[in-house]
């Protein structure tokens, strides 16, 4: 945790959070005593503030900084002994404005034992938080790359298939599907955040909807190319949704599992966009033979284990919709829905917040 530190805008916070609650207390107590406020003593309470914390604040932050002081209890200490100082020197200015006597070491010492403490154990706790929202981040996008990484080279093996059997009849359409998958790849690649260097902060990758559209495009002509007549691929988007964001490289899985398992001729696959107050509302269905009863129990389990998804995984059953989920949940709290239509095909439904 020792890179990990109060940003400049976290560190003016607690400085006025230290602020408003000396000031507090110490005008608080006045009034207590039967003294009405006065410049002296406001003068007093606000250097209170300034000697006996933010002063010695930020001399306790620069030492710690400068000697690269990594335990905790030294930490303290020179927390301690800096507000100490800073409540002794108080003690002495106070008594220049107000007829109080001063305050002797000592008990400066035992006055400073509890707000430093407070301190101390407040700002410790924050960094903690702060730390394991980080590791939580990083294991996060880390889950989310491996995902990518899994996925890219299971849609590259199929499309090589599909445009190996193009080399020798149609050199000049093997090309033309090339450079298709070429940008396919080079877009997954880009958007997946591995690229991404290792100690910046993880970011998702969330793309417009019409760029998502052409480069699923570009990768379903390769599919049609393959099954020619027999596979046919129909998008219906609203138009206002075209600038939304979503998820990079995520209906692609979903046909792909389609013309995998649909084992249907011709094969019709229905792609629609739509939303209603609050979501986008994605839709994926064929005329195919759909899910077995068993898979839709358990893909439709929202407590199914991590440990069974990646069972499902090993085995190779629907690779691509295991991985989608798995993305879904991390990257936008969504899930998938399984369901076969009345026609009997598969029919995959999810949900995202509409946003910007």
Same mark, same amino acid.
């Given at each position: 945790?020792?890179?990990? @530190?109060?940003?400049? /805008?976290?560190?003016?916070?607690?400085?006025?959070?230290?602020?408003?609650?000396? =000031?507090? +207390?110490?005008?608080?107590?006045?009034?207590?005593?039967?003294? =009405?406020? &006065?410049?002296?003593?406001?003068?007093?309470?606000?250097?209170?503030?300034?000697?006996?914390?933010?002063?010695?604040?930020?001399?306790?932050?620069?030492?710690?900084?400068?000697?690269?002081?990594?335990?905790?209890?030294?930490?303290?200490?020179?927390?301690?002994?800096?507000?100490?100082?800073?409540?002794?020197?108080?003690? %002495?200015?106070?008594?220049?404005?107000?007829?109080?006597?001063?305050?002797?070491?000592?008990?400066? =010492?035992?006055?400073?034992?509890?707000?430093?403490?407070?301190?101390?154990?407040?700002?410790?706790?924050?960094?903690?938080?702060?730390?394991?929202?980080?590791?939580?981040?990083?294991?996060?996008?880390? %889950?989310?790359?491996?995902?990518? &990484?899994?996925? /890219?080279?299971?849609?590259?093996?199929?499309?090589?298939?599909?445009?190996?059997?193009?080399? @020798?009849?149609?050199?000049?359409?093997?090309?033309?599907?090339?450079?298709?998958?070429?940008?396919?790849?080079?877009? &997954?690649?880009?958007?997946?955040?591995? /690229?991404?260097?290792?100690?910046?902060?993880?970011?998702?990758?969330?793309?417009?909807?019409?760029?998502?559209?052409?480069?699923?495009?570009?990768?379903?002509?390769?599919?049609?190319? @393959?099954?020619?007549?027999?596979?046919?691929?129909?998008?219906? +988007?609203?138009?206002?949704?075209?600038?939304?964001?979503?998820?990079?490289?995520?209906?692609?899985?979903?046909?792909?599992?389609?013309?995998?398992?649909?084992?249907?001729?011709?094969?019709?696959?229905?792609?629609?966009?739509?939303?209603?107050?609050?979501?986008?509302?994605?839709?994926?269905?064929?005329?195919?033979?759909?899910?077995?009863?068993?898979?839709? +129990?358990?893909?439709?389990?929202?407590?199914?284990?991590?440990?069974?998804?990646?069972?499902?995984?090993?085995?190779?059953?629907?690779?691509?919709?295991?991985?989608?989920?798995?993305?879904?949940?991390?990257?936008?709290?969504? @899930?998938? %829905?399984?369901? /076969?239509?009345? %026609?009997?095909?598969?029919?995959?439904?999810?949900?995202?917040?509409?946003?910007?």
């Amino acid at each position: 945790m020792k890179n990990i @530190r109060l940003q400049r /805008n976290e560190q003016i916070v607690a400085l006025a959070a230290i602020a408003l609650i000396s =000031l507090t +207390i110490s005008i608080t107590d006045w009034l207590q005593r039967g003294m =009405l406020p &006065s410049f002296n003593i406001l003068l007093s309470a606000v250097s209170a503030v300034l000697f006996m914390y933010w002063l010695p604040m930020i001399i306790s932050y620069l030492l710690v900084i400068k000697f690269k002081i990594n335990r905790w209890l030294l930490q303290w200490i020179s927390l301690f002994l800096s507000i100490s100082l800073g409540a002794f020197f108080w003690g %002495e200015i106070r008594a220049l404005f107000i007829p109080l006597q001063g305050i002797g070491f000592l008990q400066a =010492l035992l006055i400073s034992l509890p707000w430093s403490t407070m301190i101390f154990v407040a700002v410790k706790f924050y960094l903690t938080q702060k730390h394991l929202k980080l590791e939580e981040q990083l294991r996060k996008q880390a %889950e989310i790359n491996l995902l990518h &990484s899994q996925l /890219n080279p299971h849609f590259l093996f199929n499309s090589l298939n599909t445009i190996a059997s193009f080399a @020798r009849t149609q050199p000049t359409r093997c090309e033309d599907l090339v450079h298709d998958l070429a940008a396919v790849l080079r877009y &997954s690649l880009s958007q997946s955040g591995l /690229n991404q260097p290792k100690k910046s902060a993880p970011k998702e990758v969330w793309v417009k909807l019409s760029d998502e559209l052409v480069i699923l495009n570009k990768w379903c002509d390769i599919e049609r190319s @393959r099954f020619g007549d027999n596979l046919r691929i129909n998008f219906d +988007i609203d138009d206002d949704l075209l600038d939304k964001v979503v998820p990079a490289m995520l209906l692609q899985p979903l046909i792909e599992n389609a013309i995998k398992h649909g084992k249907s001729t011709p094969l019709h696959i229905w792609i629609t966009v739509r939303h209603d107050a609050q979501h986008m509302l994605f839709n994926v269905r064929d005329n195919g033979v759909g899910f077995d009863e068993s898979y839709l +129990i358990n893909a439709n389990n929202k407590h199914t284990s991590k440990e069974h998804r990646k069972l499902e995984q090993d085995k190779g059953a629907h690779f691509g919709l295991e991985i989608t989920q798995a993305r879904l949940e991390l990257e936008a709290g969504a @899930r998938l %829905e399984f369901s /076969n239509t009345p %026609e009997g095909g598969a029919n995959v439904e999810f949900k995202l917040q509409l946003g910007s």
